[in-house]
């Protein structure tokens, strides 16, 4: 089921806001949402959006776990929906993979103008170093949008504003700002990698919450995945930093001895037998922390259409995504 072949009325752009496509105004200096929506999948028959918000306490941020086959059919929904609905523009994706499972591989050589760093097969230190970068993008961002708000008086409190009051600056002053969502798929073997001891551990975990708290109003959101949690301390500081900042929460296909370690909140807990009967293709998913929505994720099969789709549709965009070196 894609979502291009369900209701796709309801999901596509505004009729005017396409008018122009193929233009650099549109492209590299289009509009910002406050909300970015991607749809997923469907729940009870209606689109199933998943949000990135750059509104104060709103979802902004996701810990998704469940088996590898159902994680990267929910990260392929999102990237490849993400870059149908949005320009390159608009939405950008940072990928990092270190598993040895090859979730990203099919992006690794698409070109797709949306993904502008991918890095499948990374080892442990580099996806921590593109964290620290990650973090210096927000910083960086901060520091810029203080500074266009002390020139035009007003107090610049998200993305959507600093694009709006960007635009009557003087050319290149400053520059239109995308929303980055960056994936990192193997949080808990950068975790548990021989060489991290306690000190590590909880500067990686204590990162990644900064992220998660700083980056939304900025425009940079973060996804992390995981394929199950244990009981060990070093699971449990991961869950009390970034699992209890990030709104986002998704439960995909799993043991039910799996769920039973999730401490994902109270809306969860009730409901770890019907984790452990779902099946392949479907999730739990909170936006919020409380209220639990049943998705049937996207299906898309084969994977190489949609991204000879996503590349059809931006032939005339021009950016190089740059890869990471492999371990």
Excluded: W
Aim: proline share 2%; charged share 30%; aromatic share 8%.
């Amino acid at each position: 089921m894609s979502f291009f072949s369900r209701k796709r009325e309801k999901s596509q752009l505004d009729a005017k806001r396409l008018e122009g496509v193929g233009t650099n105004e549109i492209n590299r200096d289009g509009y910002c949402p406050l909300v970015c929506k991607i749809p997923v999948g469907l729940c009870e028959n209606e689109i199933y959006n998943l949000d990135f918000s750059s509104e104060r306490d709103a979802c902004a941020s996701y810990m998704i776990t469940g088996n590898r086959d159902s994680i990267k059919g929910l990260l392929d929904a999102i990237i490849i929906n993400g870059s149908l609905k949005y320009t390159p523009g608009e939405v950008s994706f940072r990928l990092y993979d270190t598993e040895s499972y090859g979730m990203l591989d099919p992006y690794e050589n698409a070109r797709l103008p949306h993904i502008t760093r991918i890095g499948s097969h990374i080892g442990e230190n580099e996806a921590v170093h593109e964290l620290f970068r990650l973090a210096d993008v927000i910083k960086k961002r901060g520091e810029l949008f203080k500074s266009l708000g002390e020139k035009c008086g007003v107090e610049i409190n998200n993305i959507c504003e600093y694009n709006s009051y960007a635009k009557t600056q003087e050319k290149g002053t400053f520059k239109h700002k995308k929303r980055i969502i960056a994936v990192l798929n193997g949080i808990r073997k950068i975790l548990n990698s021989p060489q991290a001891d306690e000190r590590y551990v909880k500067q990686v975990c204590y990162l990644v919450e900064n992220i998660a708290k700083r980056g939304s109003a900025l425009g940079v959101h973060l996804i992390l995945t995981s394929t199950a949690f244990s009981n060990s301390e070093i699971d449990k500081l991961l869950q009390s930093t970034f699992v209890q900042r990030a709104q986002g929460r998704v439960v995909l296909a799993q043991e039910k001895s799996e769920a039973k370690r999730l401490d994902f909140g109270k809306a969860f807990a009730k409901r770890i037998k019907e984790i452990a009967r779902l099946g392949k293709g479907q999730g739990l998913v909170t936006v919020d922390g409380k209220r639990v929505s049943l998705v049937d994720i996207a299906t898309l099969t084969p994977l190489e259409e949609y991204i000879e789709m996503v590349s059809d549709s931006v032939f005339f965009y021009e950016e190089k995504t740059e890869k990471l070196s492999k371990k």
